[in-house]
């Protein structure tokens, strides 16, 4: 998929995506030139799974903090 094709995916800009890629913090990408980036759905929907948090856990880790 393209840029294009994941800010709609993602429901972001293309501006996010850009910064995503600048920050290094995004889903796995094929440079085909300097203008054109690919992106695999599978790695995108990696990549998302590896950003879930899980509310239930994070409770439980503030009261063991306690």
Do not use: H
Request: proline letters at 5%; hydrophobic letters at 30%; glycine letters at 4%.
């Amino acid at each position: 998929m393209s840029i294009e094709d994941l800010a709609v995916y993602l429901g972001d800009s293309k501006r996010t995506i850009y910064k995503y890629i600048a920050s290094g913090d995004c889903p796995p990408y094929i440079r085909i030139s300097s203008k054109n980036i690919k992106f695999d759905r599978a790695d995108v929907d990696a990549w998302l799974e590896s950003k879930k948090v899980c509310p239930q856990n994070m409770k439980e880790r503030k009261k063991n903090d306690l």
